[in-house]
């Protein structure tokens, strides 16, 4: 029987949640990549925003001695990036059904019946990655002082050529971790459930649907959403490299590769 959700004086049944392996992400990645090569050039200008919005934060950094803060701010796109994805999304949502597929169709998700739920989603997303970033400087001022360091071979220096420093990215490290997988077991499914909108009627019934469903799909494929949860590290990292110009092709693909993931997991 169904698991069910209490809201309000109602009993919401829940979808059922199916059993993934490996096999199940290859093939969401390489339907993800499908997308991506359906229509390269609307993803790719789609996308542009993200390696040029990672070399303003990192040239704030630089120019206003926030270098404590440049790593946070690089590793807070993932934290972000499940809200990032939704125009996505709704690419390879109407893609599936056999609809055209343009860069238009990226806001097509302005009309979907779970944008209320979207935005309070996304909004909760985004305190976090402010608190993140205020959890950040403090593991920074508690091992290395307060201040920043007055030049980007001193800050290098520190972090990586002391024991507070290697300490420092120990800790923050393990508490990065743990941003990194609640807002990963949280936001999954639950985005691109909201897209679909096929679950809930009401701006809290979908919300409390999605995310209820994120967490119950992540705990029972523990295994897999791990190496999934890897994967997207991974790619995000290897992105990130040059000037993060490697984020218009990774980006939209780990995008439509979560819808299709989405789609294996929920029935």
Same mark, same amino acid.
């Given at each position: 029987?169904?698991? =069910? ?7 919401v049944a829940y979808p059922a ?47 206003? =001695? ?9 590793? %807070? ?9 939704? %125009? ?5 949502? =109407? ?6 597929v343009s860069f238009h169709t ?27 970033? =205020? ?11 307060? %201040? ?80 999934? %949860? ?28 979560t819808w299709h993931l989405y ?5």
């Amino acid at each position: 029987m169904a698991e =069910q959700l209490a809201i309000g004086r109602d009993w919401v049944a829940y979808p059922a949640i199916r059993r993934i392996g490996l096999a199940d992400l290859r093939a969401a990645l390489a339907a993800g990549y499908a997308d991506f090569a359906a229509n390269r050039t609307d993803v790719v200008f789609l996308c542009l925003l993200y390696p040029v919005l990672g070399l303003v934060l990192s040239r704030l950094a630089v120019g206003y =001695q926030v270098l404590p803060l440049l790593f946070p701010l690089a590793a %807070g796109f993932a934290l972000l990036g499940p809200v990032a994805g939704t %125009g996505l999304y709704e690419m390879s949502r =109407q893609r599936a059904a056999g609809h055209a597929v343009s860069f238009h169709t990226a806001f097509d998700v302005l009309r979907r019946p779970g944008l209320g739920a979207i935005v309070l989603l996304g909004l909760l997303l985004a305190a976090l990655f402010l608190v993140w970033l =205020q959890v950040a400087l403090a593991i920074y001022e508690t091992f290395l002082g307060a %201040g920043a360091p007055l030049s980007p071979g001193d800050f290098l220096h520190a972090v990586f050529a002391t024991a507070a420093g290697w300490r420092m990215i120990i800790v923050g490290d393990a508490v990065g971790l743990l941003f990194a997988l609640l807002v990963f077991a949280v936001g999954v499914v639950s985005f691109p459930m909201l897209i679909d909108g096929r679950h809930g009627s009401t701006t809290g019934e979908r919300l409390s649907l999605a995310v209820g469903t994120s967490l119950r799909a992540v705990a029972a494929n523990r295994l897999p959403m791990l190496a999934w %949860g890897l994967i997207v590290v991974a790619a995000l990292v290897l992105g990130s490299l040059l000037l993060f110009v490697g984020l218009i092709v990774v980006l939209p693909v780990l995008g439509h590769a979560t819808w299709h993931l989405y789609r294996r997991i929920v029935a």
